[in-house]
């Protein structure tokens, strides 16, 4: 229940992480720290609550996992806080909840993400569990195997969930012979191979201080910070030793593909080649992505098939940005039998914005929301420490908030009109329904 | 943490795909509860002349207002037959009023930078708004103008019944899960219409009209019977201001508030369900006790369940996981949660995922062996101690987030609790004891007042014929 939820809104929070642009009041806080062994960093001090947020990304992700090893990364991600050091599986956990410390790690195509909190007053001992999960993690046999059951469980029960079938199909068929068609958490095939050599191998070309980018918010100074940088991280090799990924576009595949699962209704994922975050072009495709698709109803696909037509309770189109390829994607669930008609207001609602282009009236809505709302992306510790992350990852520098508010403000109508042309031809447009859909034309 | 949720399927529906906030995850919500121990309070509040209450958090770390509008009614105040018409109604709230065009509120929140989404649960509906402070007016006058003033034009009201079945059928039909969540609870509640999911009955969810939709809204959308909550950048006298100025002039209206719901009578048997279903890979139990709610409970009975939840079932250091996942290997995961931000009841679940090769037997007597140890000994001091301490540090945490903040506030103030009730639980957390956790592990975990659900994989060949189709999940 929560699953296609999530999934739906894990794809807006994405817009809103990547693609919002105000001037918060904070933005201009931004320090940018090096410790004194040379790591970098962006902080903010936030002295009103005593916690602190660090959050951290290392180069690498599912795209630097051995060829038939998918969901090594997520394994590894699992396991590192399993024991490490002289501390036992179990012992370590005990340490962690004891001190209300907040560890997690994750990974996405491109990155091997960490997540960690810890109240003021805990800092110094929580620091030194977080660096001995990231340089001497026990990876123990036993927790392995069991993790491992565990993930395939999981990757059990999505087995039936459309909506992660109808994504996987569609990145599978755009990005053929390309690291990014792999499924990104692994399957059961794949994760039943996956060996403690791996995920160590895996360790340690991903972890190293080049590749590393670090953003904290909260109840600390520069100096503190500094030091526990050179802390957890100072000890990790100076470069990883990644796997070259070449840049790709997504291919076009002229007739939907159809993944068989029962249920009553389909999920579609509609997509083709997006537009570089660098391009000079990306923020008019950004205001109008959220025309077209964003959260709001008089987005143009929102009111066409779910206000005006019931087809559907969610709907959306986005820029879905990896390192190597760019991409506009979106997606709906529909009954099976209104999956063809939904998919052609879809199309409908491409060719007429790529033929006529945008109101005045709905640029300066879309650019509106965009501009304004980045406020509410930065209204917590936490949030703040995500979005510093994004930024650096992206290349952007710590007036991103700034810049990009500027950027969204000079959007014109005409530069509006003139990305749709581009970005919404139908032609290659492709497409992937998981379920039982009746009369697609495939 | 490889953590595989498979519990806590919510009760609550929301309208938009963004900003899913269920009110069962209220329950960890409301275990993250309030502000700081010391006597002064975070939350001020006060009451309009019209009955309407206003509660006020502060938050000044950055320019953004969440403002909330609580009424006191959901799911389980539908009229017999009429399942489904609160969150219906919650969907109709966003069409057209007299003064605004269907869908304009969402769009001027949108223009200001703000976004905005309603819920339904059992036992409230709320409608709330994040946006830059300056701009907390306008959203007040919009709540205030739907309060009243909902116009609701026949056409809107057909099509918006197809997006609530769509609703259904994405967040229910598709989802093992959430169709067995569904058949635990009406087996659970004999009587009680939290039997009856708060998104209605698919068929009755088809005859849902623009009448019983307008009886609903105009019996119980009314100031005296809503709760206002602000936070965020702001002070309570310019709150104050503004709510006598918009929803001040807003006529109170006699017998809004709701009648108490058909209680249960005495739980006598142990209910099994099996839900087979061929999109589901691995075996999966989900147990559901009925217990007291924050609301309902006496002494410190909800207190002493919440922090027995963290002992048995938060994460792997917890009860459960050490025993059925570690030490006999029986299942590949397992876990507990409690959900009690309620009015009549709350809910402790167990589930957990068999490991290979595992039957439903050998996982429900290793799941009764834990519990029936737990009953017998009760917490360790060492587990009691570590569960209260992640309990009252949580709170820490989650004063981070604003929307979360309101979200406390609102939860547990729409059911009768008070603010000194939320920003006290954490002293209630750490004066539990490990004699408070035993006595109610002996009077809850019962097996005759619970019902235990069976997720079965369906496989083609297997022990059903492959055409048996989960008669609940189809139309």
Known sequence: MRGRLRAAAFSIALLLVWLLAREGARAAEIQEVRSPGGIAAWLVEERSLPIIAIRFAFEGGGAQEAMGKEGTAG???????????????PEYLRQIEKLSVRLAFDSDRDTFF??????????????????????????????????????????????????????????????????????????????????????????????????????AVGDIDATTLGKVLDEVFGALPADPQLIPVPDVQPKAVPKPTVVAVEGPQSVAIFGRRGIERSDPDYFPALVLSQLLGGGSSDARLVREVREKRGLTYWIYTLLYNFKHASMLIGGFASPNKDVATSLDLVRAEFKALAEQGPTQEEVDAAKSYLIGSFVLSLDSNAKIAEQMLRAQLQGLGPDFVKVRKAQ??????ADVAR???????????????????????? | ?????????????????????????????????????????????FWLDNGMQVVVVPDHRSPVVTHVVWYRVGGADNAPGQSGVAHFLEHLMFRSTKKLKSGELERIVSRLGGRDNAV??????????????????????????????????????????????????????????????????ANLYLNHPYRIPV????????????????????????????????????????????????????????????????SEPPQRGVRRIELKDPRVSNLALQRYYMTPSYKSAEGNEAEALDTLSIILGDGPTSRLYRQMVEEKNIAANAGASFSAVALDGGTLTLYAVAGDGVKQEGLEQALDASIAQFVKDGPTEEELEQAKNAMIASYVYSADNQ????????????????????????????????????KVAAKYLVLSSSVTGYLIPQRGGDDAPSDTQPAEARR
Request: hydrophobic share 45%.
């Open chain 1, 419 to 442: 990305v749709a042309r581009s970005l919404l031809s139908i032609e290659d447009l492709s497409v992937a329904v998981a379920g039982e859909p009746v009369n697609l034309d495939r």
């Open chain 1, 75 to 89: 394994l590894l991600a699992a396991m590192l806080d399993q024991g490490a050091g002289d501390l036992s599986g």
């Open chain 2, 403 to 438: 929307a979360g903040l309101a979200q406390r506030y609102g939860s547990n103030l729409v059911i009768g609790r008070s603010i000194a009730d939320i920003e006290e639980w954490p002293n209630k957390v750490a004066e539990v004891t490990a004699a408070d956790v035993k």
């Open chain 2, 1 to 45: 943490m490889a953590a595989l949720a498979i519990a806590g399927v919510g009760a609550a529906v929301a309208r938009r795909t963004r900003f899913f906030v269920p009110l069962a995850a209220a329950v960890t919500l409301s275990a993250l509860a309030p502000a700081h121990a010391e006597p002064q309070r975070r939350a001020s509040e």
């Open chain 2, 120 to 185: 339904t649960s059992h036992d409230a509906t709320y409608y709330f708004q994040r946006l830059p402070s300056e701009h907390l007016k306008t959203a007040m006058v919009m709540e205030a103008d739907r309060m009243r003033n909902l116009n609701l034009v026949e056409a809107e009201v057909a099509t918006e019944r197809d997006v609530v079945l769509q609703e259904r059928r994405s967040v229910v039909d598709s989802k093992p899960l959430a169709i067995l969540d569904e058949l635990i609870n």
């Open chain 2, 199 to 262: 998104l209605g009955w698919e068929h009755e969810m088809r005859k849902l009209n623009r009448a019983s939709a307008i009886a609903f809204y105009k019996r119980y959308y009314a100031p005296n019977n809503a709760i206002l909550v602000v936070a965020g950048d702001v002070t309570p006298d310019a709150v104050k201001k503004l709510a006598q100025d918009i929803y001040g002039p807003i006529k109170r209206q006699p017998g809004a508030l709701r009648e108490a719901r058909p």
């Open chain 1, 114 to 215: 960490g997540n960690f909190e810890t109240l003021t007053k805990n800092l110094g001992r929580a620091t030194e569990l977080l660096r001995l999960a990231i340089t001497k993690p026990l990876l123990a046999p036993a927790l392995i195997e069991r993790t491992r059951a565990q993930l395939m469980a999981r990757a059990g029960f999505e087995a039936g969930d459309n909506n992660k079938l109808a994504n996987a199909q569609w990145m599978a068929q755009s990005f053929a012979g390309h690291t990014y068609a792999r499924a990104i958490s692994g399957t059961p095939e794949t994760l039943k191979v996956i060996t403690r050599d791996d995920l160590e191998d895996y360790r340690r070309r991903i972890m190293a201080r080049a590749g590393l980018r670090v953003a």
């Open chain 1, 408 to 413: 969204l403000a000079k959007v014109m109508r």
